[in-house]
């Protein structure tokens, strides 16, 4: 039973546990969710007895804690009892609607078949490619009139909201193979269109077929962006953009990608600092319990992957920020006489070690020459050891007001430096070296 959850306050990164109240659903797993506003929507799942599968709606309002069943598990209406289906959120003609795609249930002991609908599967098990949507308003599930590239019987994929009446399908299981193709659906409150873009295949970036992966929405000036990540048969992060082009994301380590049944939820810290915050999932036969923060930036329009951290790391960034706040705050002249003073390279290479891939940027923003260095990845340590020696060693303005400046100017880039020398600044350890 859900009576009990688990909330994660993003600004700091510390998990609480809190009570509910009301009507929780079973503990299932398999189940989609969905959100308009305050309130959280979950549909179906699977309870782990055999051919147990739901088709039950509950709603959670996350501001009283308070569960309400919408729709009970029952075999008299659509949709069928399913789990790995998709549900999203619409508003459409200014009322709310949800719309729950595809998914897998049994053939036995289930509803009658949508018309329309395919269904297929070996055995007990079928998947299939219904279309049912939900009217908040009057709490009846309908079936609307679908045109177009419908997908065929489909689980395990990623529906994503774009807008208020569109979604992008990726991924799934169907028939024997995980599918890569992308279905854009656009609803109407009676219908929906379905629009097919497949692998172009040959020199085309496009992303291998894969199932139970995760997906998540960042909206920028550019424009929206699906992110992907992970899933069975895959570790890796990839990118969708408003022109339909994917682009893969590098430099994110295999405890990111490397998982699969897994959570993404998204935080806009700004309009331009974005944060993925991934939850759970499993890898090599095993749950997981962890809890990595992937920091986007969009300030030139292209998402960049800014750092990835883990729980303790962190809630270490947002102390150290917190306290810089504070000191700025209550004493700007904390940490005055230091700005003056020569750092150490052995401090800068410290506070700027999760920033070693922008050497170029420091090395440029401090003017010293970097155009020798070699840019490989695996050299970005060395290259910023160099950057700091000679600006050092040029003796041009060598203060942390300097190194202050530097990331002030290139916030996208220093973000987390910033964070990290700003405590360092107002620390004991400072004060005492310095």
């Known amino acids: 039973m859900c009576s009990v959850v688990e909330v994660c306050h993003v600004p700091t990164g510390m998990w609480v546990q809190k009570p509910t109240t009301g009507n929780p659903p079973l503990g299932v797993e398999g189940y989609t969710a969905a959100v ?19 088709n039950s709606l509950y709603s959670f ?12 598990t029952t075999s008299h209406h659509s949709p069928m009892m399913k789990d ?5 959120a619409l508003c459409l003609n200014d009322e ?18 949508q018309p329309g609908a395919q269904y297929s599967g070996d055995g007990d098990l079928q998947r299939c490619n219904e279309v049912h949507m939900y009217r908040l308003k009057t709490g ?16 395990a994929f990623t529906l994503t909201s774009i807008t208020n009446t569109t979604a992008i399908l990726f991924g799934g299981n169907f028939g024997d193979r995980r599918c890569d193709d992308v279905y854009v659906f656009q609803f109407t409150d009676t219908s929906v269109n379905c629009t097919k ?11 291998k077929g894969r199932s139970d992966h995760s997906s998540v929405l960042i909206n920028c000036s550019s424009g929206p962006h699906v992110v992907v990540v992970g899933g069975l048969g895959t570790k890796d992060c990839w990118l969708l953009n408003n022109k339909m082009k994917w682009k893969q994301l590098t430099y994110i380590p295999d405890s990111v990608t490397d998982r699969s ?7 806009s810290e700004t309009p331009t600092t974005h944060w993925i915050i991934e939850f759970g999932g499993w890898r090599d036969g095993s749950f997981l319990s962890e809890t990595k923060f992937i920091e986007i930036i969009s300030s030139t329009g292209d998402l960049v992957v800014q750092s990835v951290l883990d729980i303790n790391e962190y809630q270490k960034r947002r102390v150290l920020e917190g306290l810089a706040k504070v000191h700025i705050t209550k004493d700007p002249a904390l940490y005055k006489d230091i700005l003056d003073k020569k750092p150490q390279t052995y401090d800068l290479l410290r506070l700027f070690n999760s920033s070693a891939a922008h050497y170029k940027v420091i090395g440029i923003a401090l003017s010293v020459p970097v155009r020798d260095l070699l840019p490989y990845p695996e050299a970005t340590t060395d290259n910023l050891i160099l950057v700091f020696q000679r600006w050092i060693e040029s003796d041009k303005g060598v203060t942390w007001r300097k190194i202050l400046q530097v990331c002030e100017d290139y ?11 700003k405590g360092f600044l107002s620390s004991d350890r400072a004060r005492n070296s310095y």
């Open 36 to 54: 308009i506003r305050n309130e959280l929507f979950f549909f179906g799942g699977y309870c782990g007895h055999l051919g147990c599968f739901h």
């Open 61 to 72: 309002n996350v501001d009283t804690f308070n569960w309400k069943e919408l729709s009970p």
């Open 84 to 88: 790995n289906c998709a549900m999203v």
């Open 96 to 113: 709310d609607y949800l719309a729950v795609i595809g998914g897998a249930g049994s053939s036995s002991n289930n509803t009658r078949p």
């Open 140 to 155: 009846k599930w309908t079936s609307p009139t679908v045109t177009g590239d419908r997908p065929p019987p489909i689980s």
């Open 197 to 207: 873009f497949p692998n172009p295949r040959g020199s085309v970036q496009w992303p």
């Open 261 to 267: 049944f897994h959570s993404l939820s998204v935080w």
């Open 411 to 421: 916030p996208d880039q220093l973000g987390q430096a910033k964070a990290e020398v």
